[in-house]
């Protein structure tokens, strides 16, 4: 795992079978974006341990329509960094569900394993969590944070609206953990740009300055120091 021996740059593979296709192939494949971002949420359904009722069940994408949710892959089960990011989400559990967000973590091993990992790591004593078990790695593919060669998932969050869209992702590798109080930010403000239309600057948080381009879009094209200044962005 990286989070043991470090960082390690993946090799690209090149598809032999996609060498002979054609040029109106090809020009589709350079306009596939790479991100989930806009996209709507893969379809899956796959097994689960539920750990707030200690019994297995089965999720699916059906379960998230119509709500904001989040789908968080992390590489596995009894290593380091994972069980902090779990317990830190699982800390904040109360905020996600006044929220309305559902949660599910994700990683490739068995709903066994994730049952015997909430068990006996101390740092999860209490979780609420379901946490999907993505045993053919088909789930982590589709959302585009698979290591192939590797057999596990990317550190890689997504946060969906009701509408089932992409609208936020982070990826990274496996060595440091995320930040769950900036991403509860980040939830709030793209809740309040959904429901006002407005859009929210950097480090935006309930309370603070919004701008309201769809009123005064001619007004504010490059002058939108006129509306807010550095100090109340950073404050």
């Not at 989930?36 to 994408?61: C, L, N």
Request: charged share 30%; with cysteine.
């Amino acid at each position: 795992m990286a989070c043991v021996n470090g960082i390690k740059p993946l090799k690209k593979k090149v598809k032999t079978e996609n060498l002979n296709i054609n040029t109106e192939n090809k020009e589709e494949k350079k306009n596939m974006s790479a991100t989930m971002v806009r996209q709507e949420m893969p379809e899956f359904e796959m097994e689960a341990y539920d750990a707030k009722t200690g019994h297995y069940k089965t999720v699916s994408s059906a379960d998230y329509k119509d709500k904001w949710s989040v789908v968080c892959f992390y590489p596995a089960d009894f290593t380091f960094v994972c069980p902090t990011e779990i317990a830190a989400m699982n800390a904040h559990y109360d905020e996600f569900e006044k929220l309305g967000v559902e949660l599910l973590p994700v990683s490739v091993d068995s709903k066994f394993s994730h049952k015997r990992f909430v068990e006996t790591e101390p740092i999860l004593k209490g979780l609420k969590l379901t946490i999907g078990a993505d045993t053919t790695k088909e789930v982590a593919r589709a959302f585009g944070v698979l290591i192939e060669e590797e057999g596990v998932a990317l550190r890689g969050r997504f946060l969906f609206n009701p509408d089932g869209v992409c609208v936020a992702q982070e990826v990274q590798a496996d060595s440091v953990g995320r930040n769950v109080n900036e991403f509860l930010r980040q939830i709030q403000a793209w809740q309040h740009a959904s429901k006002t239309g407005e859009v929210c600057p950097a480090g935006w948080r309930p309370g603070k300055k919004t701008l309201p381009v769809q009123e005064k879009v001619e007004e504010m094209t490059g002058k939108v120091g006129d509306f807010i200044t550095l100090e109340e962005i950073l404050s």
